[in-house]
């Protein structure tokens, strides 16, 4: 995906750092972006070969994320001046919380960064995590979420938070938030029913925790077609109306109205991988 269009990646594609014969694999799948996993996918004994994975990613001209460890462990600080010699690698930082999204972008100045929200805290402090300077974007890790929360993974409960996130992400001028995995790799209409969720309450990208995800993914999280005629249809008659509100089939088209219809046409257009 372009540059200039990267806040609008629609699918996010974990792969572990510790297994770099999938790094090309992931990168071809049609991920919108690949996310290198220095944390949870990669044992302790292989936290030091798969940075040096990573860093050889990078220098041969790959691109993506890389999920470094958490600011609580003492990988931290490694994964850092890993990502610091990775040009143009985004960071997403794991149990995102101010003070650690602070520390992140205080050593790597000007990159961006994806605040992972799967604790509490974290959650309380949301807003703040998303006014806190680099930080790009937000995304929901809804699995480890639910286990600090102390709820169960398919909890209704965990759309609260959804609706928090998309909210924080929108009073700070942040993209649609990244929605987090569906643990069935199998069920097409398990990850269909996620993604219908995650954009009902706002959500504009999914994390994917296998290939087979991806296609799904993208497909979901752009406009339907009825949106997109919908959409050209209120901006067409828009222009012959001139200045003011209108009918369109009999209801009122105001500004409100007008912006979500760009809004949806401005997802179509997002690029490929």
Known sequence: MSADRSDQALSYLFVPASRPERFGKAAASGAHRIILDLEDAVAPAEKDVARGAVIDWFRSGGRGVIRINGADTHWFDADLAAVAVCSGAEVM????????????????????????????????????????????????????????????????????????????????GLPPPIDGVTLALDDEAAIGADIETARNFGFGAKLCIHPRQVGIVNAGFIPSDSEIVWAKRVLAASEQ??????????????????DRARFLLDRVLVPSP
């Open 241 to 258: 109306s001139g200045d003011g509100a209108f009918q369109l089939d009999g209801k009122m088209i105001d500004r409100p109205v007008l």
């Open 93 to 172: 930082v794991p149990k995102a919380e101010p003070k650690a999204i602070s520390r992140v972008g205080h050593y790597l100045v000007n990159r961006q960064i994806i605040a992972l929200v799967e604790t509490v805290a974290g959650l309380v402090q949301i807003a703040e995590t998303a006014a806190t300077k680099g930080v790009r974007r937000l995304a929901f890790g809804n699995v480890d979420f639910s286990t600090d929360a102390r709820i169960p993974a398919s909890s209704p409960a965990l759309d609260h938070a959804r609706f928090q996130i998309a909210m924080a992400a929108r009073y700070a």
